[in-house]
């Protein structure tokens, strides 16, 4: 049986109760954050300027030769993992596949330069052509700098008007990760440490939620780490097929000094990151907004993370080497990835 879609989550054996802003049992005796303290984060938070007025990577540059380094020394078991989703035909992709059992019958074959081609008649060939967006609730994607604006605003200090209808972004697109996305990634499983299946709808994590997480795997999230959040909702994916909806759990933006603190260079989560709602009424998406415009923190949403964290459980190790390989679509303000982790 499936809830409206807009009330969150399919049901899967576990009580479906959405709030209407972030759960009142999860924020009751902890300090949160007002609406002005939020606000206050695009310059409390800011890294514009920090590496030089004309930086795109924004906290890519966390991740440094010695970062990446410390995490080709955290493969211990040689195991690899995906962390994304498989995409879907038709649902998530539109594609018109080519097929031609006899290359030498396809039209014009004859005028061909190479006089093998329409000689040889035992290849074929198969090709595609392929349509998808990629941004919001179902592709595994990454989020660049230029992806999100505030007050008109990009990254950097960037106006939006960089980014054009034809061309795309002129600034903090995606090739400025065109070398990758390697270092050292450490999964925080909320939902484990609050010994639930999932996350309800609506229910934010906290930095005590990191904490306590980093506390009973007995890892610390460093310097030029991606910290990947499972919040269950991947499992909910698996065993009902749900995807979408815009109530889910997620990061709370109280959780946004402490990324900036330990120096986090990606984030990533089995959702689209924010808890929605928000809890706050004119920052429909704080954790997007202050993230990808005032601290230049790169994105990583709709992983399926449940692979990752039965690997990680079974060893015992929850830090790993990940690999995140953006195509290089010039000025696109992402990407669909394949984030790799392996142990």
Not at 17 to 42: C, E, I, K
Not at 251 to 259: D, F, R, V, Y
């Amino acid at each position: 049986m499936f809830l409206k879609e807009t009330a969150g989550y399919p049901a899967c054996g576990a009580s479906n109760h959405v709030t209407g802003g972030v759960d009142a049992g999860m924020t009751a005796g902890r300090p949160m954050p007002t609406q002005d303290d939020v606000l206050g984060y695009f310059n409390t938070l800011s890294n514009w300027g920090r590496w030089g007025e004309d930086d795109e990577l924004g906290t890519l540059n966390h991740i440094t030769d010695d970062v990446r380094l410390a995490a080709a020394r955290a493969v211990r078991h040689g195991r690899s993992v995906s962390c994304a989703w498989e995409v879907a035909v038709p649902e998530d992709m539109e594609r018109s596949t080519t097929t031609c059992p006899c290359a030498a019958d396809m039209p014009g074959a004859e005028n061909m330069p190479v006089p093998a081609f329409h000689k040889d008649r035992r290849w074929g060939f198969s090709s595609e052509r392929l349509g998808v967006t990629f941004h919001g609730n179902t592709l595994t994607h990454v989020d660049s700098p230029c992806h999100i604006f505030w007050d008109g605003m990009m990254y950097n200090g960037r106006s939006h008007a960089l980014v054009d209808t034809a061309t795309g972004s002129a600034w903090a697109s995606v090739t400025a990760a065109a070398n990758g996305i390697i270092t050292r990634g450490v999964l925080l499983d909320i939902a484990s440490v609050r010994d639930v299946p999932w996350l309800e709808p609506g229910q934010g994590v906290f930095p005590d939620d990191l904490e306590e997480a980093e506390r009973r795997q007995g890892v610390r999230v460093r310097p030029g780490d991606a910290v990947l959040l499972r919040t269950g909702y991947g499992r909910v994916r698996h065993e009902t097929g749900a995807a979408g909806g815009f109530t889910q759990a997620g990061w709370h933006a109280s959780c946004l000094p402490w990324l900036h603190e330990r120096e986090v260079a990606l984030i990533g989560a089995d959702t689209p990151q924010d808890v929605q709602p928000s809890g706050y009424e004119d920052v429909l998406m704080p954790v997007h907004a202050v993230s990808l415009v005032a601290m230049g923190l790169w994105m990583l949403d709709n992983c399926d993370l449940e692979a990752c964290a039965r690997t990680a459980a079974e060893l015992g190790q929850w830090d790993f080497h990940l690999a995140v390989a953006p195509v290089r679509f010039a000025g696109t303000s992402g990407s669909p990835v394949n984030p790799i982790a392996t142990f």
